[in-house]
DNA sequence: CTGTATCCGCCCGGATACTG
DNA sequence: CAGTATCCGGGCGGATACAG
């Protein structure tokens, strides 16, 4: 039957919303995608991403980078030294995320263009 | 050069992170997602929904319906009669989420095959 | 049944000050 | 510089009671 197609099978939903769960526990949230696209972009000590992400407090800052760390996105790397600097990068793993942001940004600005469509034909 | 299929342009960046922010904007959260996937498995009435989403209180679930009645993915019909009857159903907008619930889901699949074989090697 | 209103505890996260 | 500790206010969301 062709409605399976559109129906889906409930289990099968099932797990994959817990995959989706799983998903979004790692990287929703305000800050977790944007952290990880300040670090692409070159900024990897820690007062940089400070003030590269606009409104993260330091706490806030340390707390995503140590959960970040701990899903495997992020490297911590200390050069001992005087005086000691700290950097962050961004790991292959992170890399897999892609499919996921394509997607996302994909969808956003469809939808963005959606939103603006209606919000015009409300004005007429 | 070929790092830029790597290290990407700046502004196209930031273009796709306010996309990424918009979609998880409409979808993100702890609730949305679970909300239209019990619509989608044939729960459409208010306590049918709160019965079936476990957790989810009768506050937050008029608050998730609104919102996503206002972002296009679900439709409140009223059947007047006795008593009045009013059911929820998912838009066939809410489809165009498909791309993103997948990659989120196979992602999070691989994702938490990751987490537990770095959990196996931590007991070693 | 289908919600809304109110109360309220808790936690997120901002500001600030401080340590190494 | 690289964070941590503490204080604290606002808001999210649960429980309950209530309205249509």
């Not at 062709?2 to 979004?24: F, Q, S, W």
């Not at 996105?73 to 050069?79: A, L, N, Q, T």
Request: charge should be positive; aromatic fraction near 6%; hydrophobic fraction near 40%.
């Amino acid at each position: 039957m062709a409605e399976t197609e559109i129906i889906h099978n409930e289990k099968t939903c099932n797990g994959k919303l817990v995959a989706i769960g799983d998903a979004l526990y790692a990287i929703g949230g305000k800050w977790k995608l944007r952290v990880i696209l300040a670090l692409r972009s070159g900024n990897n000590r820690f007062n940089e991403l400070q003030r590269t992400i606009p409104g993260i407090s330091a706490k806030v800052l340390s707390n995503e980078l140590k959960e970040l760390e701990l899903n495997g996105f992020v490297k911590r790397i200390v050069h001992t030294g005087t005086p000691v600097v700290v950097e962050y990068e961004v790991t292959p793993y992170s890399d897999t995320l892609h499919g996921i942001l394509e997607s996302l940004s994909d969808w956003g600005m469809k939808h963005k263009d959606k939103i603006r469509k209606q919000a015009g034909k409300d004005m007429a």
